[in-house]
């Protein structure tokens, strides 16, 4: 079946510019991820739901960054003001959001963001 | 806070070597633990995963075993081929939070 897919694979803004990036999750996962990967460096997490409400959301860096999940499917990561070091590659991932330990998160190939 | 800590690369080896990637982690509960693989232009996917202390975990010939008195879960494979060119991530994820907690990855690339 279809993996986790984030439009678009690539955008570049300029500083102070307005940017939403988009997760379409595996159908019928209920929990949805977002992280950020700056170059050389693991991903961080920045957000999580469960359904369509942010179940944690600690690792937002700041109230520029924002994220909604209205009908508990795709979600949309909207960052105001952008500033340089927003670049990054935002990433997603999606489980089942079944209780148990160890539950798999699939990743999405990523938003690869550049301010300008 | 929760950490991970992985061998710092580059890693440069030969086909048909032996590998280990180390990992250490601190945690203030009790963690499963996971290996993930960027190939080159490629999202991160899942290699392999341990739940409970002394489990191991395997996938395409690499093996990691969750070790909770040394805090370790280092990644092997006893003879490396040039498609394992990557970079690997150790990750853990505590139970509850349903946040994983990433290493900076270690780039491992294989010569023929």
């Known amino acids: 079946g279809a993996g986790v897919s984030q439009t678009p694979s690539n955008k570049v803004t300029e500083k102070g510019k307005y940017v939403e990036l988009r997760c379409d999750p595996i159908?019928?996962?209920?929990?949805l991820y977002w992280y950020r990967q700056s170059l050389g460096q693991g991903p961080e997490f920045l957000i999580y739901?469960?359904?369509?409400?942010?179940?944690?959301d600690s690792g937002l860096p700041n109230d520029r960054f924002f994220a909604v999940r209205p009908e508990g499917s795709v979600s949309t990561l909207k960052i105001q003001r952008t500033e340089r070091g927003d670049s990054a590659v935002y990433l997603c991932?999606?489980?089942?959001?079944?209780?148990?330990?160890?539950?798999?998160?699939?990743f999405g190939p990523g938003t690869r963001l550049l301010v300008l | 806070g929760d950490s991970v800590t992985q061998m710092e690369g580059p890693v440069t080896l030969s086909e048909e070597a032996f590998l280990t990637i180390n990992c250490t982690y601190t945690?203030?509960?009790?963690?499963?633990l996971f290996w993930y693989v960027q190939y080159p232009g490629e999202g991160l996917q899942l290699l392999l995963k341990a739940t409970k202390a002394d489990d191991k975990g395997s996938n395409k010939g690499f093996e990691a075993t969750y070790r909770k008195e040394t805090t370790s879960f280092h990644l092997e494979k006893g003879s490396v081929q040039v498609s394992d060119s990557a970079v690997y991530f150790c990750a853990l994820l505590i139970q509850g939070a349903q946040k994983l907690v990433f290493g900076q990855g270690t780039r491992l690339t294989i010569n023929p």
């Open positions: 991932a999606s489980s089942s959001g079944q209780p148990g330990r160890g539950e798999t998160q699939y």
């Open positions: 159908s019928g996962h209920t929990a």
């Open positions: 945690a203030t509960g009790y963690p499963s």
């Open positions: 739901f469960q359904g369509t409400g942010a179940a944690d």
